[in-house]
């Protein structure tokens, strides 16, 4: 791990650097798009994942691009307009190499070629099922541009204004791009959190608070858990061997029958739960929807009421 950390100085620009390991190897080293706010170092049973998790939940596909021009508005006049393309996963800083566009056409040509580089990124934007498309730059160019591109593009363009200078090595105007997606869900996200408000407002297949999203996590009836993200909580729960197990108190989990319980990080345990029962996380910012006790699930099945 010694050797490991600081081995990303060849990405360029400001990130942060997660670790792992077990079993006295390396189990996975990957890049934080923004630096944590401290560092941080556990030993334990369980990975302290969730600082990982949460700056790389919302996974938006966007493509980016930057329209170059800087002559007079008119087909008729001499200058060169300019294209770059980029597609990516937002937070994540790198692109997808196969999705790259960098062309220059005349403005005399440029109504024509906006035609044809339009259908180009309709290829890019498929090939990633891009979410949004973010458009910037001259604003004559760029909006001749946003005309002729596929109708199944138009509705997902953003036009954006001062996008800043684009360091090398990271992506295409991302200073521009954190602020377009800051606080924004991915679509699949966002489809679950959806479902479970439906489900809420119909006394549904869900549950809210703590307790609740537990004892839904030990039947292993949890699709999806919503968390509103706390990295200065200190709450602890008690685990035993098997990822259903957890609880708030140890007496709970021992009236389960299991006999090695040990206290861990709630998030931590949290983590492991979905994971071995094969359910989503989805984190929700709380200026979306603030959770009660910052927790909700979205459940497989609901138990059959009894009448009174």
Do not use: C
């Not at 160019?141 to 953003?158: E, K, N």
Request: hydrophobic share 45%; aromatic share 4%; glycine share 10%.
């Amino acid at each position: 791990m010694a050797r490991a950390v600081g081995s990303d100085a060849d990405v360029p620009g400001t990130h942060g650097q997660a670790v792992f390991a077990a079993h006295g190897r390396l189990a996975l080293l990957d890049e934080l798009p923004a630096p944590p706010a401290r560092d941080t170092a556990h030993f334990g049973p369980l990975p302290d994942t969730m600082p990982l998790l949460v700056q790389h939940a919302p996974g938006i596909p966007y493509l980016a691009v930057h329209v170059h021009y800087s002559g007079r508005h008119s087909t008729s006049a001499t200058g060169t307009v300019r294209i770059d393309a980029e597609a990516g996963i937002w937070p994540l800083t790198k692109v997808a190499p196969e999705y790259l566009l960098h062309e220059e056409t005349p403005a005399a040509d440029w109504l024509h070629a906006a035609g044809v580089i339009g259908r180009v990124l309709e290829g890019h934007a498929r090939g990633i099922d891009a979410e949004a498309v973010v458009v910037a730059g001259d604003v004559w160019a760029r909006g001749i541009l946003v005309h002729r591109l596929p109708a199944s593009l138009r509705g997902q363009v953003t036009t954006a204004e001062g996008v800043g200078k684009s360091q090398p090595g990271r992506a295409l105007m991302e200073q521009r791009l954190e602020s377009l997606f800051s606080g924004r869900m991915a679509a699949h996200d966002r489809a679950l959190l959806d479902a479970l408000l439906a489900q809420q407002a119909h006394a549904g297949a869900a549950a809210e608070g703590l307790s609740a999203a537990i004892s839904a996590l030990q039947r292993g009836q949890v699709k999806a858990l919503f968390l509103n993200n706390h990295p200065e909580s200190t709450l602890r729960l008690r685990v035993g061997p098997r990822p259903g197990q957890l609880a708030l108190t140890e007496r709970e989990l021992r009236s389960f029958g299991v006999q090695d319980v040990r206290e861990e990080r709630a998030d931590a345990a949290l983590t492991r739960a979905l994971v071995g029962t094969k359910a989503e996380l989805v984190v929700v910012p709380e200026q979306q929807v603030q959770l009660r006790e910052g927790v909700a699930v979205l459940l497989r099945y609901s138990e059959p009421r009894t009448r009174g």
